[in-house]
């Protein structure tokens, strides 16, 4: 686990080895290919890239009109962004049910310097509620690869939410749409979690083990639809509940969770992430930990948890 690479350059990676086997693979981008990644796909397909300047909602309405062409089209800005086009994703799109994958990066806060305007804290709240939409957050560039490859397969939107901060490359683990993957086992509490937090969340399990606290980590990489059986069966067997995210605590994976769990039983139960507020300036590690998502952090609030 010494590698580290953001999910971001898994993702251009991906577009190039999935373009090289299915030619209905396209790629569209606004303004950003050098950074969301989908410049790699544009030197090995340049006739299958499509620049549209910054204009996501023009966009995403050109992906969609290919995709009724029985194209297989990826759009892809930064995450922030999704508002922008989020009338065209839902009505567009998710409506008809339509053939499109969003591959949104920067997601969260750890885009640092570029500060609260650019850091996305509330997509997945925004692209879970749309009806027909899966949403994925791989852990790592492994499995950033696996669920673009996954997408391909779905038929219909997909969001995939993907990061610029490189993260561990953690040991090959199986990936399946809708099914949450146990990293690490525990019977004292759960922690659900997901992208960029993955890392964090086995850190602070490790902490939390160094005080007689052993703590399960689960990998909840699909967010829609959830694993609903890992969350019953961890639930019951740990007793209290964590989720860790990079977002938002209303409308993400501890939101999600809690649906799950309502009227099935009692539990400790407590969503970590951003507390309602945006983000600001810094280095991502700083930025992290001004909003309490450093492993010490997060451990230090499992333990208060009563």
Known sequence: MSEKKATRVAYGEALVELGKENDKIVV???????????????????????ELGIAEANMVTVANGMSTMGL????????????????????????????????????????????????????????????????????????????????????????LRLARLPTAVFE??????????????????????????????????????????????????????LDEAIVKEYAAKCGKVFTVEEHNVIGGLGDAVAGVLAGTGTFVFKKIGVEDRFGQSGKPMDVLREYGLCADQVAEKILAAK
Do not use: W
């Open 72 to 159: 297989i089209p990826f759009a892809s800005t930064f995450a922030v962004f999704a508002g922008r086009c989020y009338e065209q994703i839902r009505n567009s799109v998710c409506y008809p049910h339509n053939n499109v994958k969003f591959a949104f990066t920067h997601a969260g806060l750890t885009v640092g310097e570029d500060g609260g305007s650019h850091q996305a804290i509330e997509d997945i709240a925004l692209m879970r509620v749309l009806p027909g939409m899966t949403v994925i957050c791989p852990a790592d560039a492994n499995e950033a690869l696996k669920a673009v490859k996954a997408a391909v397969e779905i038929d219909g939107p997909v969001y």
């Open 28 to 50: 569209l981008d606004a303004d950003l290919a050098s950074a969301t990644m989908t410049g790699t796909f544009r030197k090995a397909f340049p006739d299958r890239h499509f």
């Open 172 to 225: 090959d683990m199986p990936f399946t749409v809708g099914k949450g993957h146990v990293m690490r086992e525990g019977k004292d509490g759960v922690i659900f979690t997901y992208g960029t937090m993955v890392e964090v969340s086995l850190d602070a399990a490790k902490l939390l083990s160094e005080k007689g606290m052993e703590v399960a980590v689960v990998n909840m990489a699909t967010i829609k639809p």
